[in-house]
């Protein structure tokens, strides 16, 4: 196999869900490059790539769709506190912005999507309060330790969990 | 342009702080965007606004500084972005708590 592309299937390996522009940046290759090596990887069976909320992520085969959409999900910094708050147990929403210091409206947002991709599940106790659950706390966990996040990303996370602080209305 | 109410060493500094005023604007206007893109609701579109009027002032002030825009109405126009900014952010407050947010309701 061509060098640049034993390159960049190694840097999938080791970052799975990244982005096309990361890829560019972290391993110094012209966009054109990139767009031919991935097509000829994919065909190859060597790379999977799929758009989630208008970004292009690459994975490596074995990636299955679930494991695919929870890691572009866990790429953003304040889905994966929320996940972590809920290892140890299920708890009610209130109780996981108080310990995370979110607003409502950031803890809904994120929980929207963790539970249309069945990451979090809401279900109601016995006194007919919503409880959240990891819908599969071991391969949420491991996909946790593997999802990492651009500086940009970061920033856009943080940028929204200030404005909905400022916004919140109580 | 007339700026001699500015000291020669105020006038050297200027286009450095301008610079640094675009560049910071500019990268608090492409996150709000893309804030925008995600949660597609009316007090984002005002904070976004109120982002973008700070990113124009930064622009006229630079233009002003460079003879483009002549001083007079350069400074009225940076006031009136100013005003621009703060009733956008008052609007985005105010909003906030007047809009109905069906989703936080449901938990």
Redesign the interface.
Known sequence: MNETRQRIRRYIRLHPGVHFSCLQRALDIGPGQIQHHIERLANEGDAVSEEFYGQTHFYPPEYEPWERRTLALLRRETAGDIVATLFEKPRRPGEVADQLDIARSTLEWHLDRLVESNVVQKERNKQGQVMLRLAQPVETAQLLRQADSSLFERLLDRFTRIVDRLLESQ | MDFSILSLSEFHVLPSVLVVALVGSG?LVV??V??L???QSQ??IL?TLALVALLIRSFVGLFALYGYVPALPHHVFEHFMDAATVSLLVS??Y???TAP?P??N??
């Open positions: 990268v996150l709000a893309t804030a893109f995600q949660r007090p984002y904070i985005a407050i909003q906030a708590r947010n989703s936080v449901q938990a």
